[in-house]
């Protein structure tokens, strides 16, 4: 329940104004709560003495059977003059899809945007029964206050039984938000989703530096919630559209409630270049580089393949990459149709990002390197060597076919 320490309150109006239900009023300079609360905490963070608190127990199994379906936060990027779900929002509709008719529960996509909102009617035909869509003028570009905000009042307000975010920058910043705020279990960069014979979601994610996979459940909070990194479930192929169900949930939203604004976009990928997540070929490079001047080589060969070129940890550390450019545990999971690890060893963090690639090329000058046990094809020497003959091939045959 929603406490107000009438002591410490001072009828600022604060609470008034950022609650997105209008469930607070002021009387006599004291805030007073509306029974049209759905305790989605903003008022609480928003506070600034203090009177306000929340009050959660753990809730009973009768309660927790009451929370249902299962929710996906539909990411939007900016396309043009368009906002439209990111790709991994369809990653996540293919496992949803599975963890929803295992529950025999709806599947639910939630956007938020504002007039530039588009391109909805592709979640239907990758299967979700119905989309949340949230317009408002503050909406047009993430930002962790607002979006919290909303998603928890639409939380509080549907109660679903399992909430599934992507793990990209924002998924990451903004899924943690609303746990802390709602006092919600949160798995994150999770690899495998499944539902036990309890109807628990079975969140599975590497542990221990990749070493080991826990299995890891919230069995006394919900929404189950959990992060999963893009890439990692396979885009699934669009289908005939369930019926179209768009419902508007409607907001208020106060400039109060937002700490922060988005000044200015920089993109940080070349013009045209695709980012690494969403490349179909990538040129990756290790310790086996040996110098910043050899990325010329690798530059080169990623050009001639029309891929892009992608690094180790152990090369963004040295700054010769941008971290954006990183495939690992600690970086990107990458999907592409081939990837050419050159000069990389193959450690369990490495392996990790790479585990959905179509195929594999390594090339190492050790041949006991640990990725020659998952690449299709292994030439073991010394890639310095190596690249300059392979590029050279790569050219005669394109001059060939002119």
């Known amino acids: 329940m929603l406490s107000i320490d009438r002591d410490k309150c001072t009828g600022c109006n604060i609470c008034a104004k950022v609650c997105p239900f209008g469930a607070i009023v002021v009387i006599n300079e004291k805030a007073q709560v509306q029974d049209t609360c759905t305790l989605c905490g903003a008022c609480v963070t928003s506070c600034p003495v203090g009177a306000l608190s929340i009050e959660r127990r753990q809730i009973s199994q009768d309660e927790l059977d009451a929370f249902s379906g299962v929710f996906i936060w539909g990411e939007c990027e900016q396309k043009a003059e368009t906002l439209t779900p990111k790709k991994v929002v369809k990653e996540l509709l293919s496992q949803g899809r599975l963890l929803a008719d295992k529950l025999?529960?709806?599947?639910?996509?939630?956007?938020?945007?504002?007039?530039?909102?588009?391109?909805?009617?592709?979640?239907?035909?990758h299967g979700a029964d119905r989309v949340i869509r949230c317009k408002h003028e503050f909406l047009g570009h993430y930002e962790p206050d607002s979006f919290t905000l909303v998603i928890s009042a639409i939380i509080a307000k549907h109660m679903p039984a399992v909430f599934l975010f992507g793990a990209t920058p924002a998924g990451r910043e903004l899924a943690p938000r609303i746990a802390a705020r709602l006092r919600l279990g949160l798995t994150a960069d999770c690899t495998g989703l499944d539902i036990d014979e309890n109807g628990q979601l079975v969140q599975t994610r590497p542990a221990f530096g990749g070493n080991i996979m826990a299995s890891i459940v919230s069995p006394f909070t919900r929404p189950q919630m959990a992060t999963v990194r893009p890439n990692v479930f396979p885009l699934a192929q669009p289908n005939k559209p369930r019926k179209r169900k768009i419902q508007d949930f409607q907001i208020s939203l106060s400039k109060t409630a937002i700490r922060t604004k988005v000044v200015a976009t920089h993109r940080l990928e070349p013009d045209g270049e695709a980012s690494?997540?969403?490349?179909?070929?990538?040129?990756?490079?290790?310790?086996?580089?040996?110098?910043?001047?050899?990325?010329?080589?690798?530059?080169?060969?990623?050009?001639?393949?029309?891929?892009?070129v992608a690094g180790s940890r152990a090369i963004v550390e040295l700054d010769w990459l941008p971290h954006t450019k990183q495939v690992g545990q600690s970086g990107l999971t990458v999907a592409p149709q081939l990837y050419i690890a050159i000069g990389i060893s193959g450690a369990i963090q490495h392996l990790v990002g790479i585990s959905s690639a179509k195929t594999i090329i390594a090339i190492n000058n050790d041949p006991d390197a640990p990725i020659f046990k998952v690449a299709d094809l292994g030439i073991v020497g010394n890639a310095l060597e190596i690249l300059p003959v392979f590029i050279k091939e790569l050219e005669n045959r394109s001059s060939a076919q002119e």
């Open 276 to 308: 690494i997540e969403e490349a179909d070929v990538i040129v990756s490079v290790g310790r086996g580089c040996q110098n910043k001047e050899n990325l010329r080589l690798i530059r080169d060969l990623a050009m001639a393949l029309g891929g892009v």
């Open 104 to 125: 025999h529960q709806d599947l639910t996509v939630i956007t938020l945007g504002d007039y530039r909102l588009t391109g909805l009617d592709s979640l239907f035909a």
